[in-house]
């Protein structure tokens, strides 16, 4: 078994240490090696209980959860289906408020532009109706295997990976916040990975006082293309009521394509609740219902990263025609 006591060490003396003082803090070789051996299943259950409450409270630094990133990435299943074009990522791993039922509007509505999408996470969800489930009732079950999920990608253009697929270490980690109350640092990290080393382009929600704001420099920080989605202070995050700042990042450049909306304005009705939920997303998926301009501008973005159109403009001009909108 592998002994993490010198860096239990170092993360409770974290709080009291001066700024700058790297003794601290992780490497990102350093993080890789030590989550590497929490994945291979090297830490006994208790040592393992005892990492994740140190950093749950002393926090991790971007290295740190740069250096988790590799190590699942290096540990996840390989997925390579044989598509047109990049496929759009959408991790619905509980760390956004409302994520479920935005992520499942988005996936379907994505369908009509032919952008494929995969969506991965756990098969439950910390609190109202998980993706898959969703997902169950508009038609799309969760892929049973890749294999499946590769037929499902080809033939329907959307694809649901539960993460045990992926890695079953990263599942039984994410399984942990049923036990402990709250996310960790996998959550964190999963929601930034790549499924399947596919190229995909990633989307990644971020909304401030969450542990989902870390993530925007964790991305950064990692290869591949991703979309990242800022929703500002006091905005409602997830349920396109506001469209949120969407941002491109490509061989290390960012290039702002939506500024966030303002949140001094009226507010608007929010996505319905159940059990007007599953029947309004099949209607604006089905064009009985007019789709939010969030949701155009976030399928504009999409549709230009995954190089379904000539350049932004085309994806603009093709959204909106397509929404029945004529300003994306």
């Not at 994505?110 to 489930?133: C, K, N, T, Y």
Request: hydrophobic share 50%; with cysteine.
């Amino acid at each position: 078994m592998h002994s993490i006591s010198p860096i239990l060490r170092r993360l409770s003396r974290r709080r009291a240490a001066e700024p700058g003082d790297a003794a601290a803090w992780l490497d990102a070789d350093e993080s890789c090696a030590l989550w590497g051996a929490v994945l291979d299943g090297a830490l006994p259950e208790l040592e393992l209980g005892a990492l994740l409450a140190a950093f749950a409270i002393a926090g991790e630094s971007p290295d740190e959860l740069l250096g988790l990133h590799r190590a699942l990435a290096a540990r996840q299943a390989r997925f390579a289906p044989a598509l047109a074009r990049p496929a759009v990522s959408i991790p619905v791993h509980g760390l956004v408020p409302g994520e479920a039922a935005f992520s499942v509007l988005l996936a379907l509505f994505l369908r009509r532009f032919d952008v494929p999408v995969v969506m991965h996470g756990p098969l439950d969800a910390p609190e109202g109706p998980s993706a898959p489930v969703l997902l169950r009732e508009l038609g799309v079950m969760p892929s049973a295997s890749l294999a499946d999920a590769d037929r499902e990608l080809c033939a329907t253009g959307i694809a649901f990976l539960p993460v045990q697929l992926l890695s079953p270490p990263l599942g039984d980690l994410l399984a942990l916040r049923s036990r402990l109350g709250s996310v960790n640092s996998a959550h964190i990290a999963a929601h930034a990975l790549d499924p399947g080393a596919m190229g995909a382009v990633r989307l990644a929600m971020t909304v401030p006082g969450t542990p989902s704001a870390r993530l925007a420099a964790l991305v950064a920080g990692t290869q591949g293309e991703a979309l990242l989605l800022g929703w500002p202070a006091g905005a409602p995050a997830g349920n396109l009521s506001f469209r949120p700042r969407v941002t491109l990042l490509s061989g290390g450049a960012h290039t702002v394509l939506f500024e966030a909306e303002s949140v001094d304005r009226s507010a608007p009705a929010g996505l319905p609740d159940s059990p007007q939920l599953v029947p309004w997303i099949r209607a604006v998926v089905e064009r009985r219902e007019p789709a939010p301009l969030p949701l155009v501008n976030l399928a504009t973005a999409c549709v230009h990263a995954a190089g379904a159109a000539a350049d932004f403009t085309e994806a603009k001009a093709i959204v909106a025609l397509q929404s029945g909108r004529m300003a994306a």
